[in-house]
């Protein structure tokens, strides 16, 4: 009998992936196909599958040529297969020309052509048109956001607003796209908003784009006063668009991976949470000398209190800001305190002390940790009273991991899968009741 193998995403089923699968029966006697996990297509850069894996085997059994459908989780495992289920032949389309010629040492390889004219993306586009999304500041984001932006599929950038049109001139030359200096004509040429402009400007841009019918990304602190984002939020829910505040930690593979740990009992009940971020900054910056929005706080809190708020909650019974403050009397080191029924957290943060910036989530049977540059989870641990007993988890975290934010806000706005739990908007309204309890207690006039 031969044995035959392919494996595919086979997202939106479609006629090549019919006639890949027809022709890769025709190889053999026995087809075997391997269906890939949502994570590991996530983890090799597919990161806008529409179907679910369910639906995705359930198409391919529904083709009706696999003999046996098993599950693809990782690179390696092509190699595994073929050995463990003595397979003669290695089928996959065309598109792989080259690509999997080392399993020639295993089984023979044969690269079936791909069907013409028909592609899962094409479908995708058809589905949801291609979404032109537009930038409103040009600060260093900016230029993280455009690269990461490129690599999600349903998506261009279109242009650049910035009042300063010099700035947005510049910056739309260096990575070809067009500047405007007028914000109606900006609003006319996008479809997405995505705000990186100075915190303080977040408020009225957000506004102004709902206003405008367009969904929003916002860079975080999304806004810096619990009243405006509970607003902002219901606005955009009556006029049924979506309202994303960017903290990407949220949207980061390996973050999920740690709460999910966390919050399965793994270490027992959670009682403390500390989370640390420091970047030493130039103290010419903006953040250094900016009285009323800069300091460490405004800058890097969000990150800290994140993780505080998915694992205790958004109910915490009292909350207290401890600072060291610079020559304008901006804080560059903040500790913050937060108490809940039963347990406690401190979030920390610098731009002008450096420290060691960890994640740790201490519980009745053990403890997480996660080292800088945690909120770009790629590696934790947990440990245990035994200290020999280490579990170490990694999970992959591609380039700034700005593309799995915009992903998931791209997926929401094409109402696929649902990301908005990574960050709710209660927690984002609480984000910024905290930010406000703090500019307060700075007695900042914002
Ligand atoms: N295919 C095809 N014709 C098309 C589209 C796809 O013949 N018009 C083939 C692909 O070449 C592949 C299979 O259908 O052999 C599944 O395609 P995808 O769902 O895009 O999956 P892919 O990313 O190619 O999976 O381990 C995963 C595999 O390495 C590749």
Not at 185 to 198: G, K, L, M, N, T
Not at 314 to 340: A, C, H, M, P, W
Not at 342 to 359: D, F, P, Q, Y
């Amino acid at each position: 009998m031969i044995k035959v193998i392919t494996y595919g995403t086979f997202d939106l089923f479609h006629e090549g992936h019919y006639r890949l699968l027809q022709r890769a029966k025709g190889l053999g006697d026995y087809l075997i196909v391997g269906v890939t996990t949502e994570a590991y297509d996530k983890a090799r850069g597919k990161l806008n599958v529409v179907d679910s894996l369910v639906t995705r085997i359930e198409n391919v059994r529904k083709a009706g040529f696999p003999d046996e459908i098993i599950i693809e989780e990782t690179p390696g495992q092509k190699v595994n297969d073929i050995r463990k289920y003595h397979i003669d032949i290695f089928a996959i389309g065309s598109d792989w020309i080259g690509h999997f010629d080392y399993l020639k040492d295993y089984c023979q390889v044969v690269y079936l052509e791909r069907t013409k004219n028909i592609s899962s993306t094409m479908l995708r586009e058809q589905n949801s048109p291609i979404q032109r999304i537009g930038m409103i500041g040009t600060g260093r984001i900016g230029e993280r956001f455009i690269p990461e932006a490129k690599l999600v599929s349903g998506i261009s950038m279109q242009g650049v607003y910035n009042p300063h049109i010099e700035s947005a001139v510049k910056f739309a030359d260096k990575w070809e796209i067009d500047a405007y200096k007028d914000l109606e004509e900006f609003y006319r040429a996008v479809d997405v908003v995505y705000i990186a402009s100075p915190h303080e400007t977040h408020y009225g841009y957000i506004k102004s784009a709902l206003e405008h019918g367009k969904h929003v990304l916002c860079e975080k602190p999304m806004v810096l006063k619990k009243v405006q984002a509970e607003e902002l939020f219901l606005y955009a829910k009556e006029k049924n668009l979506i309202l994303f505040e960017g903290i990407k930690t949220a949207y980061c593979p390996g973050f999920h991976k740690l709460l999910g740990i966390a919050c399965s009992g793994t270490i027992g009940n959670i009682r403390n949470v500390e989370a640390c971020f420091t970047k030493l900054e130039q103290q010419e910056n903006r953040e250094m000398t900016d009285s009323v929005y800069g300091g460490s706080f405004t800058e890097l809190g969000s990150y800290v209190i994140f993780p505080i708020l998915k694992l205790f909650g958004k109910d915490f019974e009292t909350v207290q800001f401890d600072t060291i403050k610079n020559e304008n009397g901006l804080d560059i080191f903040t500790k913050v305190s937060l108490r809940y029924p039963a347990g406690i957290a401190t979030a920390t943060c610098g731009l002008g002390v450096k420290s060691e910036g960890r994640l740790l989530i201490a519980g009745t049977k053990g403890y997480i940790v996660a080292e800088a540059p945690w909120w770009k989870t790629s590696y934790f641990e947990v440990h245990y009273e035994d200290t020999k007993k280490i579990e170490k988890y990694s999970e992959i975290f591609l380039g700034d991991g700005l593309r799995y934010e915009i992903s998931d806000f791209l997926s929401t706005i094409n109402g696929n899968a649902s990301s908005e739990f990574k960050l709710t908007r209660g927690e984002s309204i609480v984000m910024a009741d905290i930010m406000e309890s703090f500019l307060k207690a700075e007695m900042r006039k914002v």
